[in-house]
């Protein structure tokens, strides 16, 4: 089965690849197309696993988030392993493998001289709504910004675009807003302040000795491409933007290769066009899974199911607490609408998976009608036979750097962690703003406002040393933080969730940690946070850092131990190799 489907009536985004280039997988010769990344070429060719777990089971595993954040599609590419293929673009010739457990490098590629070290008034990460409006703000009020992203382009993952190699006449066929993010992105490229800076990770903040400001650590370059640079940059002003990923509850089977995240199914249709299945089951909560399902209808697959958690009641009443913050979404709602009446898709409502089945990936799926507390209803379940599901259940922020900066944490609206501002978005460190999902889940037009009072807000204290008063943006933050509050009362994950488990279930999937192991662990010594219990049962100890699974263990852990709550301290934010460690040092 090749997932990589052409729609009814041809692609809306009208791609026009340049011709194929050759590269070769497990010794085989595979024709890819210039621009895809490695995960893409791989499921155009139909595999949807290309590694296996460390240790005697040796599992099958392929993507999972789509977003370099949970390191499942790990591959070998020319004799370097652990390379996360939803990450690294193909280059002709690349010689990809299938990665057998742990692997040692065949050779390692050195990086080059570390940069010279460059001062800038205002340095912004992450360059989705909330970083590009930052920038923009930040270097119309005139000061110099440097954009930092990981990505190849600027947009983040709500405005991922085709690769420049695909050449397409209509990208704007399948996003949403495209007319005012073209607007800015425009902008960006043309201002004369702004220096962006692609394909680039931040790995560590600190601050500077003896004056404000501080240090940024930059990796510039794939981990195992040569010429990656590894440098410095100093910032007056710090504006972080890193945006969030996917919230995935477990269940029995959600480590099976074709279980994605909601976010990895859109990341491949907006940014790759590819369908990660034929027959794709959606389900999780919140109104993310209508454009998810718009995207996989959009490379035509088939959409076996759209389900939705919560009851129509709990919808309701959340909506009801603030009846007209959402009345700009009310057009977006009824374009959704009608494309699930023309595709005779209908929305369920109080059902969720709670166990996905195969052997070596997934063939079918069990669902349930939940109560309202989520917990599956006894003779409600049923089987549909599928070959990919995937699942969101809202999003947790990248906090590594926040936590880097010393940024004090709460909670947002959803329940989750989120970094503490104050009305012009500075955090409790005085020379650092946030803007975006790190501040609270709420959607993109109350990140592209957050980002322009932040930008706005630093650019003024670099040239002042003041804050700055409220503005347009501020407002509309106002109103995209009520917004947030009422979509949160609306889509609310609940306890029942942990019903859907058992322990045998796969609650850390790096270090292939279960259910019973953890509850086991917990039950041999008390913990009194998530360091102890990830010493105790190695839950959060793999590559992943805990991103994936941190908020699910201590909700679990919580349940035998009040108080446990997730950490997120990680020294260094992104995964470097320490050859390049050791050169930056030999060059400083």
Same mark, same amino acid.
């Given at each position: 089965?090749?997932?990589? &489907? ?57 993507? #999972? ?20 293929? %939803? ?163 477990? #269940?029995?089977?959600?480590? &099976? ?10 990341? &491949? ?9 034929? +027959? ?7 109104? #993310? ?34 009846? =007209? ?19 005779? =898709? ?48 809202? #999003? *947790?922020?990248?906090? /590594? ?6 940024? /004090? ?54 040239? *002042? ?32 969730? +942990? ?44 590559? %992943? ?44």
């Amino acid at each position: 089965m090749s997932p990589y &489907l052409q729609p009814a009536g041809g692609d809306p985004a009208e791609p026009r690849p340049q011709a194929s280039m050759q590269i070769s997988v497990d010794g085989q010769p595979v024709q890819a197309l210039p621009g895809q990344t490695v995960a893409a070429a791989l499921m155009a060719a139909g595999r949807d696993s290309w590694r296996t777990t460390r240790g005697a089971e040796a599992k099958p595993r392929g993507v #999972f988030c789509g977003i370099g954040a949970c390191f499942d599609c790990l591959v070998v590419v020319n004799g370097v392993p652990d390379v996360r293929a %939803c990450q690294r673009t193909i280059a002709p010739g690349d010689s990809i493998s299938t990665q057998h457990g742990a692997v040692l490098p065949a050779a390692v590629n050195g990086s080059t001289a570390a940069a010279p070290r460059s001062q800038w008034s205002v340095v912004v990460v992450g360059a989705g709504p909330a970083g590009m409006n930052a920038a923009l703000a930040a270097a119309d009020a005139g000061v110099d910004v440097l954009l930092v992203d990981a990505g190849r382009a600027v947009g983040g993952q709500y405005h991922r675009q085709l690769p420049a190699e695909f050449n397409a006449r209509r990208p704007g066929r399948v996003h949403h807003g495209w007319t005012s993010f073209a607007r800015v992105r425009d902008r960006i490229a043309r201002h004369e302040r702004i220096e962006y800076l692609a394909e680039t990770s931040v790995w560590a903040i600190e601050p500077l000795t003896g004056r404000t400001g501080r240090r940024l650590w930059l990796q510039t370059g794939a981990a195992d491409a040569p010429g990656r640079r590894m440098s410095s940059v100093e910032a007056e002003a710090l504006v972080l933007a890193p945006g969030a990923y996917d919230r995935v509850l477990p #269940f029995p089977g959600w480590d &099976l290769p074709g279980v994605y995240s909601a976010g990895a199914a859109q990341a &491949l249709a907006k940014g790759q066009r590819i369908a990660i299945g034929q +027959r794709v089951l959606v389900g999780g909560t919140g109104p #993310f899974l209508l454009p998810v399902a718009e995207s996989l209808l959009g490379v035509g697959a088939e959409v076996a199911g759209l389900l939705e958690a919560n009851h129509l009641s709990t919808i309701a009443q959340g909506w009801r607490t603030d009846p =007209l913050v959402a009345r700009s979404k009310l057009r977006e709602a009824a374009g959704y609408a009608g494309l699930l009446a023309r595709h005779r =898709l209908r929305l369920q409502h109080g059902r969720a998976v709670i166990a996905a089945h195969g052997t070596d990936r997934v063939e079918a799926v069990t669902v349930a009608r939940l109560t309202p507390d989520w917990r599956p209803i006894p003779g409600t379940e049923r089987q549909v036979e599928v070959d990919a599901v995937c699942i969101g259940y809202g #999003f *947790t922020a990248q906090l /590594e750097l926040a936590v880097s900066a010393r940024c /004090e944490l709460g909670t947002g609206p959803d329940g989750g962690p989120a970094v503490v501002v104050d009305d012009s978005q500075r955090t409790s460190d005085p020379a650092v703003w946030a803007a975006g999902e790190l501040t609270g889940i709420g959607g993109a037009d109350l990140a592209a406002a957050e980002g322009r009072v932040a930008g706005q807000a630093a650019a003024h204290a670099v040239r *002042t040393d003041s804050s700055v008063p409220p503005t347009t943006a501020r407002r509309k933050v106002v109103e995209g933080k009520r917004f947030a509050a009422a979509l949160a009362r609306a889509y609310p994950v609940r306890d029942g969730w +942990r019903s859907w488990s058992d322990d045998g279930t796969l609650v850390c999937r790096c270090e292939g940690v279960t259910r019973g192991a953890l509850e086991s662990a917990l039950a041999e010594r008390d913990v009194a946070g998530s360091r102890p219990l990830k010493l105790t049962s190695r839950a959060g100890l793999g590559l %992943c850092q805990g991103r994936v699974c941190a908020r699910t263990v201590a909700d679990l852990a919580a349940a035998h131990q009040p108080g446990v709550r997730a950490e997120h301290h990680r020294p260094i934010a992104v995964p470097v190799r320490l050859a390049d460690l050791a050169n930056l040092q030999e060059d400083l």
